[in-house]
């Protein structure tokens, strides 16, 4: 039944359905397509035109009762019309019709099967680029846009998208299958799959009062795939210490802005309003972690926001542990990133001067040139040691490089504070 003319609020409220359903259902038909197509870049572009269509037909002629069954229907007929166009060589009449059939009959079900984890273990196969497997999982599975997946890597959006090509490109080429592996084969694929889920997660982090929708999608969506690896792999340390991470992070979320909307950093926050809950369950987990004999990353970083909960929480400085777990931790990634926040750890223990000579270390580092954080702490820094001319001019390139209106107006009131 199609919307009746004038009924402008009916219009957007399909166009806002159509838009959500888009941002939630993308990786599992994304999954759900590449699994019977073995061809990703077939299965984005047909879903690409299936929501332009959904954004187009939707607000016309009102929202489907299956929506997602709705846009599998499109989506197979795009996808087959790719298949004639493209590959019509390649693929045979019949094998076409199998598949079309396929698509239509999970077109009609009730409920599409979720296949995204099968995907994430596919796009981390040994057949890969060890460098493109996270990336590629960031962007079949989660959506994300190649801009977005180089900053999370320290990358050129140029750069990014030719290797994403590729890697696509490699997957059908080389027939890798889309499905979980067997269970030896799972550990050597496990670290990719974690680092994915992660930065799907940092990403999502970036809203913290939780107003953007897509970035909203995308942080529950991280928790929701590190809580299946987690189902998958109960006795996979890493696993639970990554969950335990993003439970630790998203804990704290309210905590992130005051009522004015304001950036609060850690320091500041009050732990009343962090979720007491999430911060037990994580605390649970890197239990479990710790009781089965071996360290990873994510442990480590679930234990470092365990130790800032705790410092915050009962008042006691805890420094000494928190320099010797980034220790650890910088020992085990060589990432800049964790020299960063050493660097910052350090400055609480042994000085701003200490801080400062830590951050030498990966000052050369090209990768950091546009990387906030780092430009932030060495603002901070400075500004300890009472250079101010120096921290001046750090303040005005993290605040270029910043996204988020309320950090950018926190650091330029800290660089307001500066000394003539």
Request: with cysteine.
């Amino acid at each position: 039944m199609s919307i009746p003319e004038g009924d402008a609020q009916a219009r957007d409220h399909a166009r806002k359905t159509a838009d959500a359903v888009a941002r939630r259902s993308y990786g599992k038909l994304v999954a759900f397509l590449a699994a019977r197509t073995r061809d990703v870049a077939a299965a984005e572009d047909a879903l690409s035109e299936a929501f332009a269509s959904a954004l187009a037909d939707w607000p016309r002629n009102g929202c489907p009762a299956n929506p997602e069954g709705w846009l599998l229907t499109v989506a197979r007929r795009k996808v087959i019309d790719i298949y004639r166009g493209r590959r019509r060589h390649e693929i045979a009449a019949e094998e076409l019709k199998v598949m079309a059939e396929g698509l239509d009959a999970a077109a009609a079900a009730t409920e599409i099967p979720d296949q995204r984890l099968a995907l994430m273990f596919a796009c981390a196969h040994p057949a890969l680029e060890a460098s493109i497997r996270a990336p590629l999982i960031l962007q079949v599975v989660l959506g994300l846009d190649a801009k977005k997946i180089a900053s999370a890597f320290l990358m050129s959006p140029a750069a990014m998208g030719k290797r994403l090509v590729r890697a696509k490109d490699k997957i059908r080429q080389a027939g890798i299958p889309f499905s979980v592996p067997e269970r030896e084969e799972l550990p050597g694929r496990l670290d990719t799959v974690l680092e994915a889920i992660y930065a799907a997660f940092a990403e999502g982090w970036t809203d913290p009062g939780g107003t953007d929708a897509a970035r909203r999608d995308l942080t529950e969506e991280a928790m929701f795939l590190a809580r299946l690896v987690t189902e998958l792999l109960p006795e996979e340390a890493e696993a639970l210490g990554l969950l335990a991470l993003l439970l630790h992070a998203e804990a704290r979320r309210l905590a992130r802005r005051n009522l004015q909307g304001d950036y609060v950093p850690l320091a500041e926050q009050d732990p009343e309003l962090w979720d007491s809950r999430m911060i037990d369950e994580a605390e649970a987990l890197l239990l479990r972690a710790s009781a089965l004999g071996s360290i990873g990353r994510y442990q480590l970083e679930g234990a470092l926001q365990s130790a800032h909960v705790d410092r915050c929480r009962t008042g006691h400085a805890n420094w000494t542990e928190v320099v010797q777990l980034y220790d650890a931790l910088l020992a085990l990634s060589g990432s800049p990133v964790v020299a960063i926040n050493r660097a910052l750890a350090i400055a609480e223990l042994h000085g701003a001067c200490a801080a400062l000579d830590a951050l030498q270390e990966v000052a050369a580092d090209g990768r950091l040139a546009e990387y906030q954080p780092y430009w932030a702490a060495r603002a901070e820094l400075l500004a300890k040691t009472n250079a101010h001319d120096e921290a001046r001019r750090a303040y005005e390139i993290a605040i270029g490089l910043e996204r988020d209106a309320s950090v950018r107006r926190f650091l330029q009131q800290r660089q307001s504070a500066l000394a003539p």
